[in-house]
């Protein structure tokens, strides 16, 4: 039997050119094949964020965790204050983060399924000074997009310092990292991107480099400074040797195959497609009679689905799905975790892991006693497809 799809948010399944490459012979971090590698990653990464070459890119060896903690521990100082757009999980995440590092954290929330405005960001930021505004582009844990242009012109415009969590949105949801003002912008490599986990990636914008570059205080993590990353990368993007510690090496090859790939689509397709798709997921589900987690389409993300379980049916539908074809996530905000689960499209996704994804879900509904009309979920997303 063949195995079922990863559909969840992350990872995702990755091509199998990027697989092929981290199967590779581990070269030497040092080897001047290896140095070229990188170099490109470096270059590549920015393009893929739409920044410019006096932008900064970091590829570290962890997840997106350390991503978030690498942008605090270098921007934030003790007693900055800083807004935390709050839609969920990870934006509870960077608080906390920002919180060990000394920082004032005020919370902007918007109840499960909902987004923060421009306008009530702006609302915020008249109440007090802010030296920082961190917003998470997808929150993961419900589907909810938020509109980082119009809140970074915002923040900007009251003088603060814009970190976005992209990890699930970079490589999917539009992007225009120096159009939009976004000082750093940082995601993981198992997400839309499309590598294995283990890569922390990020672009700081020259005002963010400016504010590092003036702190008063040493930053407080040894693995995070900027100090011991900023030489490596500076090395290996003018194809020089260097080491402060070994990089993640055939992450990086696999790396730099998928940042080829999505320039090779371009991103202006990308963004297209991971639109569509998730348009044809989205009325699949709706023609299933479920609801979803974002109170509207037009704050739902492109790279997942959260749809809530109808009347009667529980997480054990998960199992039914994954015999049927397809593996999916349960709930992962606290409020609402048992009420909903995920479906991630990103990346390499193509029709045929919709169609496949939607036809388990019909076919685990039925095993799980709610009575669907076969096909009626293909029939919608074929219908949004032509
Ligand atoms: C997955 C995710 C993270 C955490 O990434 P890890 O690689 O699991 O550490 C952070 N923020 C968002 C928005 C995510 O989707």
Not at 93 to 102: E, P, S, T
Not at 133 to 151: A, E, F, K, N, P
Not at 234 to 257: C, D, H, Q, W
Request: aromatic content about 6%; hydrophobic content about 45%; some cysteine.
């Amino acid at each position: 039997m063949s195995r079922p799809r990863l559909m969840i948010p992350g990872p995702i399944e990755f091509t199998d050119e990027v697989m092929a490459q981290m199967a590779r012979p581990t070269p030497s971090h040092v080897d001047p094949s290896f140095i070229e590698v990188f170099g490109q990653a470096l270059e590549d990464l920015r393009k893929v964020f739409l920044a410019g070459p006096d932008y900064q890119p970091f590829i570290l060896a962890g997840s997106g965790t350390l991503a978030m903690d690498s942008a605090v521990a270098n921007l934030v100082e003790p007693d900055d204050r800083v807004l935390v757009v709050d839609t969920g999980y990870f934006s509870q995440r960077m608080a906390d983060i920002v919180r060990r590092y000394g920082g004032e954290v005020t919370l902007l929330s918007a109840p499960p399924g909902e987004t923060i405005t421009p306008d009530q960001l702006r609302d915020a930021l008249a109440q007090a000074d802010y030296d920082l505004v961190t917003i998470t582009h997808v929150d993961t844990s419900t589907g909810v997009l938020t509109d980082v242009r119009g809140m970074t012109a915002v923040a900007k415009g009251a003088g603060a310092l814009v970190i976005v969590d992209g990890v699930c949105a970079a490589g999917a949801e539009e992007l225009r990292q120096e159009d939009w003002g976004v000082d750093v912008y940082l995601t993981a490599s198992q997400k839309a991107i499309g590598v294995p986990p283990g890569l922390a990636l990020l672009v700081a914008s020259p005002g963010a480099m400016a504010k590092w570059l003036g702190r008063a205080t040493p930053v407080g993590s040894y693995y995070s400074d900027w100090n011991h990353w900023l030489p490596i990368m500076e090395a290996y993007e003018a194809r020089k040797a260097s080491y402060f510690g070994t990089p993640a090496v055939n992450l990086i090859m696999a790396l730099g195959v998928s940042l080829r790939q999505i320039l090779d689509e371009g991103l202006e397709n990308v963004f297209v497609r991971h639109k569509r798709l998730s348009d044809a997921v989205k009325a699949g589900i709706a023609a299933l009679g479920l609801s979803q987690v974002p109170t509207d389409h037009a704050h739902a993300a492109h790279t997942l689905t959260c749809p809530r379980y109808p009347e009667g049916v529980d997480a054990r539908l998960l199992k039914f799905v994954r015999e049927e074809g397809a593996i999916l996530a349960g709930g992962l905000h606290p409020a609402i975790k048992t009420e909903y689960f995920r479906i991630g499209h990103m990346g390499a996704v193509s029709r045929s892991d919709v169609l496949t994804v939607l036809g388990a879900v019909e076919a685990g509904l039925r095993r799980a006693g709610y009575a669907v009309e076969p096909g009626i979920a293909l029939a919608a997303a074929q219908a949004e497809l032509a």
